[in-house]
């Protein structure tokens, strides 16, 4: 085969692969360009369906509107109040439990029950609405428990364990602070719900335990680090004694003291060692300012509660929505029959 055959036949491979591409791309904007076309088409169905039944349209959502201004006008207003708290010794459980306890209560119209339990009127517990809880979501929250979790265990287990599996494992249980959100139509009554929530949970015998047990932890840790931190102080002093004395030998002959750094380094691992202890204390103070009560409050009920407003809460906004979606539904359903009728006569 000649050197000319040769350069003929790549040359006719290099134009079929040409052609092979550029039917590619061709078929690529086809398709792209069909697809376009579709949704063309589709918003030029939605605006033939407007126009068609525009009228009926704007009927429905008047009416709609008209009942939903009606009911706005004639329900009574709403308020809200918020208590945020930090659960510690994993009484959060125990928290949510008492929360959706009291919402049940609301749900059942049991206002005898909720007065009894709040030590409230009859009258004040029949306008409580709604009991609520959820937390605070802070990604904070989850880095800190992962390090605390890496730090308490081995290495090999640290290791088969990771971030991802630590945070599906990772509940709504187990974030530091928590919203209680209580809805009434009184704007006056949530000052007397807060100390009844709170106690239900601080006044319980198996917490109050932990957190004995806990605090006198806590304390026995902190006696033993201040002891260690004025025996560290002591043995400075020692060092520097010693430090000063050897100078003065040194500055009145000609003696060389190679301990004198081991001296230094031993100086230097004192202050190591004062700062780790420093910063151990400083923790085991945050500790016990946080776990000195079963259930911190960081901000009580307001005792007046805020009124609950919105587009999203308004009847009148609500009412026009539902009966737009309604009145599209049906003559979307009228239209679907009719073309199955005219498809039963073909």
Do not use: C, W
Request: proline share 1%; charged share 25%; net charge positive.
């Amino acid at each position: 085969m000649t050197k000319e055959s040769q350069s003929k036949e790549e040359e006719i491979e290099l134009g079929s692969l040409f052609i092979i591409i550029g039917k590619g791309f061709s078929n690529l904007f086809r398709f792209i360009g069909k697809i376009f076309k579709e949704i063309f088409h589709f918003f030029i169905l939605i605006l033939l369906f407007i126009k068609g039944n525009f009228i009926k349209l704007v009927i429905a959502t008047v009416i709609g509107a008209i009942v939903g201004f009606f009911l706005e006008f004639k329900k009574e207003a709403t308020y809200g109040a918020d208590l945020q708290v930090q659960p510690n010794f994993k009484s959060s459980r125990q928290l949510y439990n008492n929360v959706n306890y009291y919402n049940d209560l609301v749900k059942q119209k049991d206002t005898a029950s909720l007065a009894k339990v709040f030590k409230i009127k009859k009258a004040e517990a029949a306008t409580l609405k709604k009991f609520e809880i959820y937390p605070i979501k802070n990604g904070n929250d989850l880095l800190t428990s992962y390090d605390d979790l890496i730090l308490s265990v081995d290495t090999l287990t640290a290791k088969s364990y990771s971030f991802v599996n630590f945070k599906n494992t990772f509940t709504d249980f187990d974030y530091k602070i928590h919203n209680i959100h209580v809805i009434a139509t009184k704007k006056d009554v949530f000052s007397k719900l807060d100390e009844v929530i709170i106690s239900s949970i601080v006044d319980n015998k198996f917490f109050n335990k932990v957190k004995k047990l806990t605090n006198e932890n806590l304390n026995r840790t902190d006696s033993l680090l201040r002891q260690n931190l004025t025996q560290i102080d002591s043995l400075r002093k020692v060092y520097m004694t010693v430090l000063i004395e050897e100078s003065k030998k040194q500055n009145s002959g000609t003696n060389i003291d190679l301990g004198g750094i081991n001296k230094t380094t031993k100086e230097l691992e004192l202050f190591e060692t004062n700062r780790k202890i420093n910063k151990d204390l400083k923790d085991i103070v945050e500790d016990k300012s946080e776990k000195s009560e079963v259930l911190n409050v960081i901000s009580n009920f307001q005792p007046t509660g805020y009124e609950i407003k919105g587009i999203d809460k308004n009847f009148g906004f609500l009412g026009a929505g539902l009966a737009l979606t309604l009145i599209i539904l049906f003559l979307l359903l009228r239209q679907l029959n009719n073309y199955l009728n005219n498809y039963e006569k073909e």
